[in-house]
């Protein structure tokens, strides 16, 4: 399912317009990401918690030549589901 997908199943169980679902989805992605961004954690009940995690640097290898390249630590958000989610797809 993609984004334009999901904003019509919105719009139709909620009854509302396909523009004013947009708006709502697009409010929330980026509420997300500012508050994921900023070291919060966003937790959905029943769905899932977004969070801001660090990689540590690490040694990695190039497909092309083979040779070892290191690769920074970085900042990576990370989504762990929830319990009701994950029996679901059981």
């Known amino acids: 399912m993609n984004k334009a997908q999901l ?18 989805l697009d409010t ?7 508050s994921v ?4 954690e966003v937790k959905l009940v029943g769905f899932g918690t977004f969070t801001k995690t660090k990689r540590k640097a690490r040694t ?4 092309q ?12 958000p990370k989504f762990r ?4 989610f994950k029996s679901m797809l059981k």
């Open 60 to 63: 990695g290898r190039n497909p």
């Open 28 to 34: 929330t992605i980026d509420i997300i990401r500012k």
């Open 7 to 24: 904003i019509e199943r919105i719009a139709k169980q909620t009854e509302a317009t396909k523009a004013q679902t947009e708006r709502f």
């Open 81 to 84: 589901p929830g319990a009701e």
């Open 65 to 76: 030549t083979g040779k070892a390249i290191k690769i920074p630590a970085a900042w990576h």
């Open 37 to 40: 961004k900023k070291g919060d």
